[in-house]
């Protein structure tokens, strides 16, 4: 069973989901045939490189988030990432475009280290107040899950995998993601939003029943039984 | 080797089933690695917790199965269970709802004695003309089989395990299962009903084949040999 992710580095709601959907994931029992891929998504394309202000700034100044919103919309946030044993600081985030953070994306997925590059960046981003777009950042972040330091640096410096980046957001748009986090089961079922431990366990089940439906054992038609419609 | 057995403890060719399946399960050479789990099934969720009518009443008033018709079908149901050394006796029949007697089985299958509980309360139901809802008549079948009587009944006082009932029927509905009793190997196979002896016994050597295909014991093609196309 395929389990595309699409998700954004900056995007709060898909690190919690990441927790609930690893929750599900662990307590299925069909996990050794289940491969997951995480996919790019920027929110905001647009933004600069390196965004001079605070997150607070940006939500409010170019997103038209009211201080007070925002402050209630951190507080639930923080709240629900606590209970999945995160600890988000809204007030360290580093703003800038997330395009240079998916590309060491790829460079780590290209090397079998998707999963571990993703929860790297988005605890650097989250817990640690670190700057996603620096090449320092990166370096150390990569060589602390195995990834070759001169490799990320010359991947960063030029625009290696940017293609990759464009073509998931491409993809993104054709299937009709609307927001991240997005779960796509073998091109065929989406889950949108950090849903329930129990809504992604339900999904799964439900899709690993969809591409395995039983097999009958007995040879011709069912045997006696009951039903809602009597015996 | 894992076995799930959906079934409602209202449900005649369930009681009719256990004992094919069981009988299949003795004679069957790997049977120490089949792990046996019963699963909770209603055929009517919708009945009230006591019915005030009789079981003719009920299947003829609520279900719209003509008594003619009934006692034909109860004939040829006692007579099959009789085949099976069970003594049904349909006009003692006390009607209700299952919901609270597939509490007592999780309860039951919690302390390991989910096999036992089962046959204790279908006994009850079928043979016995006992009220399987009834808080006293819980207590005596559960600690005739070992369980804690205060544990019992404040189970029973309770909702302990009412989410157990709910994720068994939520399951049999992601499953495809429209009728009891229905017998899921390894998640991927599927025996509907209370099959002869002989079915359930094919299928349990049809599963164990498939789980434990035949290795290889030479290294690498196989060697000359003839088949009915030529040597």
Redesign the interface.
Known sequence: MRIEIWSDVKCPWCFVGKRRFEKALADF?HREDVEVTWKSYQLDPTLPEHYDGTEEQYLSERKGIAPEQLRQMWQHLSQQAEGEGLAFDFDRIVVGNSFTAHRFLHLAKAAGRGDAAKEAIMSAHFEQGLDTSDVDVLASLGTGIGLDEAEIRETVAGDRFADDVRRDTQEARTLGVQGVPFFVVDRKYGISGAQPVEVFR?AL??AW?EA????????SA??????????
Do not use: I, N, R, Y
């Open positions: 029992p339900q089940d439900t029943q395995h439906p039983l097999v009958s054992l007995t040879p069912d045997g006696p039984a009951c039903g809602p419609e009597g015996c």
